[in-house]
C-alpha cells in the first residue's frame, strides 16, 4: 500500500481522531492521553500514537519511559509491537529515541520519523486512535491530514488570549478550504481552580470565556472546561494520567468528552479513496522545471492503488507558483504531485491546496508513478537553491534514473 493513500488509515484502524493546538503548554497531550484511556476503560479498542516528535510526552504519561517496543518480522519487514497500558495501545518516538536526548531533526527526518509510528507498528484491530499533534501547523500537521483519512479533530485551549488567538490559527487549519477535516469541537484546559478545602469555589486564574468565544466563532461546540484541581496539579507533574488517579470529578468530564466522540463518528461514512496523481512532463518524462513544464500527466488512482486512466493537462502561461495551477489540479482531483525541481513557494501554494508534493523525480513518468503506488518514492527535501521559484538545481531522490 503507497504511503500517501493511507488517505486510507493503518490496516485494523476504524477512526482516527486528532488532538491539536496552535501552541504549547495548554494540556493537548494530557487531554490525548485521557480521552484514550476512557475510551479504552469502556471497552473501545484505543491506541495513542504520538506524533509529537521533538516533545514526546505519551512516555511520561503513561508511566513507559523506559519501555522498549519489541521488534518483529513481518513479511520481510521489521514491524514494533506498541506499548499495551491501561488498555490503550501506544507507540512514540520517545520510545525509540534516547529520552535525555533532544530529538533534532529536520523536517524530512522527523516525517520519516511519523510515517514509521503509522506504518511500521503493528496495531491490530483499533476502534479509536487518538493522535496527538504537536503544538502548531507545521509539516507534522500538514503531513498526517494529507496522507491520513481523519475522522475528527478535536482543538484544545487554555482561556487566556494569547492562547486563544494561537488556537484560533490551528482550528482554521482543519477548515473545508484547507485540510477539510471534520472539528468534533473544543476542549478549554485550566478553565478555573477549585481548592480542595473549598470545592464549590472557582477562581479563573487565566482569564475566562476563551475556549466558549473560539466554539461560537467556528460554529463548534465546546465539548470540556477542565478545572485545575490540587490533585490534577499532583497527577500532571507525576506523569498526566488524570483517568488512573480516579478524581471523579475529571473522570465525569473525560466520559462525557469519549461518549460524544463516539456519537459523533457513529456514522461516518468511508471516504472516497480514488485520487489523481500530476506529474510535470516532457516528452514522456519528468519535467525538471516545474514552472515551465511542457505539460502535466494526470494518473488517475482506484481505491486499490491502480491506474484506472491518464489524460494530458496543458500548463498554461506563467511560473507554477504565481499562476492558477495549483486551484485547476485541485480541482482536478489532484491530491499528488511527483516533481523533479520545485521551490519553497511553489511546494506551499500546492500544499494549501491539499496537494503533497514529492520533489527529485526525475525519468519515465509512467514507471515513476508505478514506483510511487510500490511505496518506493519519498520526498529528497531539497527545494531549489537561491531563489524561490522553479530553477536548474539538480536532485535525484526519487523516481527511475
Not at 509510528?117 to 502548531?136: C, H, K
Not at 484541581?229 to 473522570?251: C, H, S
Not at 473525560?254 to 457513529?266: G, I, N, P, R, T
Not at 500527466?297 to 491518464?310: Q, S, Y
Request: with cysteine; net charge negative.
Amino acid at each position: 500500500m503507497v504511503n500517501f493513500l493511507q488517505k486510507s488509515k493503518p490496516e485494523g484502524v476504524r477512526h482516527l481522531v486528532v488532538v491539536s493546538s496552535g501552541k504549547g503548554g495548554v494540556g493537548k497531550s494530557t487531554v490525548a492521553a485521557n480521552l484514550a484511556i476512557m475510551l479504552a476503560s469502556k471497552g473501545y479498542k484505543t491506541a495513542l500514537l504520538d506524533a509529537d516528535i521533538y516533545g514526546p510526552s505519551a512516555p511520561k504519561i503513561f508511566g513507559i519511559e523506559n519501555v522498549r517496543p519489541e521488534i518483529i518480522e513481518k513479511d520481510g519487514k521489521e514491524m514494533m509491537m506498541p506499548i499495551e497500558k491501561y488498555g490503550v495501545k501506544v507507540n512514540s518516538v520517545g520510545l525509540i529515541v534516547d529520552p535525555n536526548q533532544a530529538v533534532i531533526w529536520r523536517a524530512p527526518l522527523a516525517g520519516s520519523a511519523l510515517a514509521m509510528l503509522f506504518n511500521q507498528t503493528i496495531w491490530g484491530e483499533i476502534d479509536y486512535m487518538i493522535i496527538d499533534f504537536p503544538p502548531g501547523t507545521g509539516d507534522i500537521q500538514i503531513s498526517t491530514l494529507q496522507q491520513y483519512n481523519i475522522s475528527a479533530a478535536i482543538a484544545v485551549t487554555t482561556p487566556q488570549v494569547i492562547a486563544v488567538n494561537d488556537v484560533r490559527k490551528g482550528m482554521d487549519m482543519f477548515s473545508p478550504e484547507k485540510m477539510n477535516v471534520p472539528l468534533l469541537g473544543i476542549v478549554e484546559n485550566m478553565s478555573w481552580f477549585t481548592p480542595m478545602s473549598h470545592p464549590d469555589e472557582k477562581y479563573f486564574l487565566f482569564g475566562q470565556g476563551g475556549g466558549e468565544q473560539l466554539a461560537k466563532e467556528f460554529g463548534t461546540p465546546l465539548l470540556a472546561q477542565i478545572p485545575i484541581i490540587q490533585e490534577v496539579g499532583k497527577t500532571a507533574e507525576a506523569g498526566g494520567n488524570l483517568i488512573a488517579a480516579n478524581i471523579p470529578e475529571i473522570n465525569i468530564l473525560f466520559s462525557k468528552l469519549a461518549e460524544e466522540l463516539v456519537y459523533q463518528l457513529s456514522d461516518v461514512p468511508e471516504a472516497n479513496l480514488s485520487y489523481k496523481i500530476a506529474v510535470p512532463t516532457v516528452d514522456g518524462r519528468v519535467d525538471d522545471h516545474f514552472g515551465h513544464c511542457d505539460h502535466y500527466t494526470l494518473f488517475e488512482i482506484d481505491e486499490h492503488d491502480k491506474v484506472v486512466a491518464t489524460e494530458t493537462l496543458p500548463a498554461g502561461q506563467g511560473c507554477g507558483c504565481k499562476s492558477n495551477i495549483a486551484s485547476v489540479l485541485q480541482q482536478k482531483g489532484v491530491k499528488v504531485m511527483l516533481a523533479g525541481n520545485m521551490g519553497e513557494g511553489a511546494k506551499n501554494v500546492l500544499n494549501a491546496a491539499q496537494i503533497m508534493v514529492i520533489r527529485g523525480c526525475s525519468g519515465d513518468v509512467n514507471v515513476l508513478v508505478q514506483q510511487f503506488l510500490e511505496g518506493k518514492i519519498s520526498d529528497s527535501g531539497v527545494g531549489c537553491a537561491g531563489h524561490d521559484h522553479e530553477c536548474g538545481h539538480q536532485s535525484h531522490s526519487c523516481g527511475n534514473h
